[in-house]
């Protein structure tokens, strides 16, 4: 039975003994089971590298990034150097076919390889990525978080483009030089197709030299008011006071008018009260400077307190009432604004004068 296993695997099939193949099949069978472990071995003596600096603390990110890549590039690996020892399986007097043969596994092996080291590449770029991010983190300045997730985005561009200049030239012998080289003139006839998206690049630059606001400040760009959720490499995207979700080209960043309204530094509550006519000079008087002492003395005040008789209506007499308080969210305004006019209220109602019937009072605060 011995004699039989021995003489069966040293029988040839396809210019290779029996034995050679069940090798084969052992290797990349034993490397598809143990790849996952094989990877994480690679990842844990890649990351001894950087474990020493701040991004020890990601060892766990680390190798989640990098295991997938790593396990398919093993496999790759494992199958392309078993046949590489191997004998060639078809007549090697057959110079057409093999040559035919040679041409396409060669090809798609470098494109298989290309693909994978790009993808593995791409994801050490995120890690980086995240290394940079982790100490941004401890920074109090947030512009250099926003300018993680810009530089991002380039490295996977870059990293990409690569990538595909090296299947055109590894792959489809394509000469990438003269490509380069060609790329000046190219680069004029890209650059006025692409004109729009060149803006849009231009403007992603123009918002990180002068940083008009970073993310999860609430602006109004171009008509529409929101908080900025990201900055990218050609749009902004902002999530608006109704929780839809928009994004703006950054050329129109740049060349519209934009408030940041993060960066106010108050609050005002302004509107015109109407009294009757019957009010006397005396009424109006004490009701005006009271209203000035409550907002002068307001715990809450940030500017100057305006307050003084501003028109005579068809309806009753104006006052007009200006008030600057510290800037507070939406919900919290609304509180202090709701303070204000029943505190007027109560002054009005103290000097026996009375509202004219119907008479509008409105704020001129939005909800931002």
């Not at 990098?66 to 590489?84: A, N, S």
């Not at 790009?118 to 947030?142: M, Q």
Request: aromatic share 14%; proline share 2%; net charge neutral.
């Amino acid at each position: 039975m011995i004699l039989t296993i021995s003489t069966f695997l040293d029988t040839e099939f396809l210019h290779n003994t029996w034995r050679q193949w069940c090798w084969l099949a052992g290797v990349i069978i034993f490397v598809i089971i143990f790849k996952r472990y094989i990877s994480k071995l690679i990842s844990l003596l890649l990351f001894r590298i950087v474990k020493k600096t701040d991004a020890g603390e990601l060892t766990q990110e680390f190798l989640h990034l990098i295991l997938k890549p790593l396990q398919y590039l093993i496999v790759l690996e494992t199958i392309y150097f078993g046949f590489k020892v191997l004998n060639y399986p078809f007549d090697p007097e057959n110079e057409v076919l093999k040559n035919y043969v040679f041409v396409i596994s060669n090809g798609v092996y470098k494109l298989l390889f290309v693909l994978n080291v790009a993808w593995l590449v791409s994801r050490l770029g995120d890690f980086f990525v995240a290394v940079l991010n982790h100490r941004a983190l401890k920074t109090e300045d947030p512009w250099d978080d926003q300018l993680v997730v810009f530089l991002k985005e380039i490295i996977r561009i870059l990293i990409w483009i690569i990538a595909f200049l090296a299947i055109l030239g590894s792959v489809f012998g394509v000469n990438i030089y003269s490509i380069v080289a060609g790329a000046g003139i190219a680069g004029i006839a890209i650059a006025f197709a692409a004109q729009e998206t060149l803006q849009n690049v231009f403007g992603s630059i123009s918002i990180f030299t002068e940083k008009p606001f970073v993310v999860g400040d609430l602006v109004e760009i171009d008509g529409v008011t929101g908080k900025v959720v990201k900055v990218g490499f050609r749009s902004t995207r902002i999530r608006t006071l109704d929780t839809s979700f928009m994004t703006i080209p950054n050329k129109n960043i740049v060349n519209n008018k934009m408030s940041n309204l993060t960066r106010r530094t108050s609050r005002k509550v302004q509107f015109n009260m109407g009294l009757t006519y019957n009010t006397s000079q005396e009424q109006l008087n004490k009701i005006i400077q009271e209203i000035k002492n409550y907002g002068e003395q307001h715990p809450k005040k940030n500017e100057g307190i305006n307050v003084g008789l501003y028109n005579f209506g068809a309806i009753g007499i104006e006052i007009m009432v200006e008030m600057h308080f510290e800037y507070e969210i939406w919900e919290d305004y609304i509180k202090t604004r709701d303070e204000v006019l029943f505190e007027i209220m109560k002054i009005v109602q103290n000097n026996n004068a009375e509202f004219a019937y119907q008479f509008p009072v409105v704020t001129t605060d939005k909800k931002q």
